[in-house]
């Protein structure tokens, strides 16, 4: 004899009730659906493959920092202007653009990140430059024998590194120092390393050469002149490895 289905109805509606007790009584999901939408039509087999098989259109480059490098100048005195006048540098600022400071044939190219934020018409005029001017004068190195240079025309808060190496920015620095043909340098700050060609898992004495277009000039890098100001043991550290360098 078949099991009668009113237990089972009066599970049920006791279940519901239960359910309309706690405050449900609706059916929710958790992906929203539209109801009144017609229902999408199944994509063919081979039309799904070849629209998946089809090349995503290629990114654009990056825009080149300095525009095209067939037209960057070809001497010192015409890359002080472009510097300070080309406008695919940089996206602008607050800050002055800041021309570099010394002459060919230099027996010392110092680079660091972008000048001082108080900088207006010469590189390195605050304390970061007094600390340089210390560091030269204790080395007995003459103004006139320096060249003073930074990566950035301008200060700028936060730059990124990564995204100026993708630009182009290195190739710029290569072309400022072939100009300059200096005959050693100074690389001060760590963020600037990967501009120079250096491995940035690498540690900054690493660093032996800087290569540029058409040749390599003996390189010391250490951290920036920021950092040197805060920290005596960093500028300990920098004494002793300009003497090892310079009297090896």
């Known amino acids: 004899m078949p099991r009668s289905s009113a237990p089972l109805q009066a599970d049920i509606a006791a279940a519901l009730d239960w359910w309309r007790e706690a405050g449900v009584d609706a059916t929710y999901f958790d992906e929203p659906r539209g109801w009144l939408a017609d229902p999408a039509e199944p994509e063919p087999r081979a039309e ?44 602008g600022g607050l800050s002055p653009r800041i021309a570099p400071l010394g002459a060919a044939g230099a027996a010392l190219f110092v680079l660091v990140a972008m ?26 190195l003459a103004p006139e024998t320096v ?20 630009q182009g920015m290195g190739s710029v620095l290569a072309r400022h120092i072939s100009l300059v043909r200096p005959a050693r340098m100074l690389i001060l700050g760590r963020n600037i390393l990967p501009l120079c060609g250096h491995d940035p898992a690498q540690r900054a004495p690493a660093v032996r050469f800087f290569n540029h277009e058409g040749g390599r000039v003996p390189a010391l890098a250490e951290v920036g002149l920021e950092r040197l100001l805060a920290n005596g043991q960093s500028r300990l550290r920098l004494w002793k490895r300009w003497l090892d360098w310079t009297d090896g």
């Open 48 to 91: 799904a493959r070849q629209r998946a098989e089809r090349p995503k259109p290629a990114s654009a480059p990056p825009a080149q920092i300095g525009g095209a490098q067939a037209l960057w100048p070809q001497d010192l005195a015409a890359f002080r202007d472009w510097w300070l006048t080309e406008p695919r540098l940089d996206e």
């Open 115 to 140: 000048p001082e934020d108080g900088d207006r018409d010469t590189l390195l005029s605050g304390p970061q430059g007094r600390l340089l001017d210390g560091f030269l004068s204790a080395a007995g």
């Open 147 to 166: 060249y003073r240079a930074a990566v950035l025309p301008r200060h700028t808060a936060l730059p990124d590194w990564a995204a100026l190496a993708a």
